[in-house]
């Protein structure tokens, strides 16, 4: 086992700075554009690790991703924020509508390369000047799936771009993965153990993604002082896997990719938190 500082366990409480969440999200955004700029035309029809998606599919819902940043407005003063964690809650129930977009953005550039990649660079391009009129200052927005603050709005973009950066290294292995910023995948550990220590709070089990977090979670025992006695370790692309839904609890138990000890070290009841 690593140890993991205290300095790196998630305050749930902090709010996420826009500023600070729109750079991750826009230096990311621009790694995973230049990767896909570099792959050659016959990996774009393939089948991508997402069963019913291909390639160009996927990278049609990057856009996608951009869009959902220009739908952004101004929310009510009687609005209530989600947490980040109520937000990719409501992703589920909306997928149909999501692939939707990303097919119809894919059959409008008729799944060639060069207008997907055009249609990424003018969609990003319009999410960044709704940015620069909306300013960063952090206050409640409404989104696609409902209030939220847009600290906390813009950091789920950056979670969407660590996620289908990791789908993309796994759809096209020969490629080699896309060299994403380390802040952002950082940024997207810290989010979603957050989501996790929100759907089970307590203090019984330490989930650790080391170098970058760990959370205290689930009911149970309470602890007076130290490490509680059930601890759940795993690499930073296994928590992505598990949080998003492209690995199950038991497959990554399974095959070694997560260290699980103490009565309580079982999440299948938590994960997906997307």
């Known amino acids: 086992m690593h140890h993991v500082s205290t300095r790196y366990r998630v305050?749930?409480?902090?709010?996420?700075?826009?500023?600070?969440?729109?750079s991750a999200y826009r230096e990311a955004h621009e790694e995973l554009r230049t990767w896909l700029d570099g792959l050659p035309d016959t990996a774009w029809p393939r089948q991508s690790c997402l069963p019913g998606w291909t390639v160009a599919e996927l990278a049609a819902h990057i856009a996608s991703v951009a869009d959902s940043v220009v739908a952004v407005k101004a929310a009510s003063r009687e609005s209530t924020a989600k947490s980040i964690g109520e937000y990719l809650a409501a992703y589920a129930p909306a997928a149909d509508v999501i692939a939707g977009r990303a097919r119809e953005a894919a059959e409008s550039?008729?799944?060639?390369?060069s207008a997907?990649?055009?249609?990424?660079?003018?969609?990003?391009?319009?999410?960044?000047?709704?940015?620069?009129?909306?300013?960063?200052?952090?206050?409640?927005?409404e989104g696609r799936r409902g209030p939220i603050r847009l600290g906390d709005f813009l950091l789920t973009r950056v979670i969407?771009?660590?996620?289908?950066?990791?789908?993309?290294?796994r759809s096209l292995p020969e490629s080699g993965a896309p060299r994403l910023p380390r802040a952002a995948s950082r940024m997207a550990v810290r989010a979603l153990l957050e989501a996790l220590a929100e759907r089970a709070p307590g203090r019984s089990v330490e989930v650790r993604v080391p170098p970058h977090a760990a959370v205290q979670c689930v009911e149970g025992p309470q602890h007076t002082r130290?490490?509680?006695?059930?601890v759940v370790e795993t690499d930073a692309a296994t928590w992505i896997r598990l949080a998003s839904g492209r690995v199950s609890w038991q497959e990554a138990v399974a095959e070694g990719h997560v260290s699980a000890s103490g009565e309580r070290a079982d999440?299948?009841?938590?994960v997906p938190l997307l």
Do not use: C, M, N
């Open 160 to 169: 969407e771009i660590v996620v289908h950066g990791d789908d993309f290294a």
């Open 116 to 141: 997907l990649l055009q249609t990424i660079d003018e969609r990003f391009a319009s999410a960044a000047e709704h940015v620069e009129e909306l300013g960063l200052r952090d206050r409640v927005v």
């Open 267 to 270: 999440l299948s009841a938590y």
């Open 109 to 113: 550039a008729a799944h060639e390369p």
């Open 11 to 22: 305050d749930v409480a902090k709010r996420s700075d826009p500023g600070t969440a729109w």
């Open 226 to 230: 130290g490490t509680p006695a059930s």
